[in-house]
């Protein structure tokens, strides 16, 4: 019971802070942009499947390496958050609301706020590689964990360059989900 307790709350605190996203963005964006331009697809960039099928592998393959270093870094875990495993294992209700946050929710929250927002706001002022680096850096030191710097910090720049890439969060959000949805299979797994 306490397990779905923590998983229904980590659903409630992450929908109201994608709520609060959309009206923060909402409510700065410039006049002339609507919010939801962030998602539209111009038939003249790239296909946004076709770069998330490409990023999600690219990316699967760059945290395997990244994690060899790591691991020699730090040593292997058995697992990454036992806390997330637990509410995994426990019920259909926590298993379906970590599913939700960590597959759905969280990927459109930091996608909307890292790529769309902060990413954006820097590659109107800067080169966009620059601007993908810095970004993929204030995302992996948001994320709190230094012993996961360099692998959040390869995410960043893998959902940083598919952005960049399709004009559309389409294809970052993907990949993030994606990705997620792989570690919390993993997570479950082991």
């Not at 893998?158 to 993030?176: K, Q, W």
């Amino acid at each position: 019971m306490v397990h779905q307790m923590k998983a229904l709350s980590l659903l409630v605190i992450d929908t109201l802070e994608l709520l609060a996203t959309f009206f923060l963005l909402k409510s700065t964006i410039k006049p002339n942009n609507r919010l939801l331009d962030i998602f539209k697809v111009n038939p003249l960039e790239r296909n946004w499947l076709l770069a998330s099928a490409l990023g999600f592998g690219v990316l699967i393959l760059l945290v395997f390496l990244t994690s060899i270093v790591v691991d020699g870094l730090y040593g292997i875990k058995d697992v990454n958050n036992l806390i997330l495993k637990e509410m995994l294992v426990r019920s259909d209700i926590s298993k379906g609301a970590c599913i939700t946050v960590y597959c759905i929710i969280t990927p459109i929250l930091e996608e909307m706020v890292y790529r769309g927002f902060m990413l954006a706001s820097l590659a109107s002022t800067m080169n966009w590689k620059q601007a993908v680096v810095i970004s993929a850096a204030v995302f992996s030191a948001a994320h709190l964990s230094g012993e996961n710097f360099l692998q959040l910090f390869v995410i960043g720049c893998i959902l940083g360059c598919s952005y960049c890439g399709t004009g559309n969060l389409s294809s970052s959000i993907l990949i993030h989900s994606l990705y997620n949805a792989f570690t919390l299979i993993v997570t479950f797994l082991s």
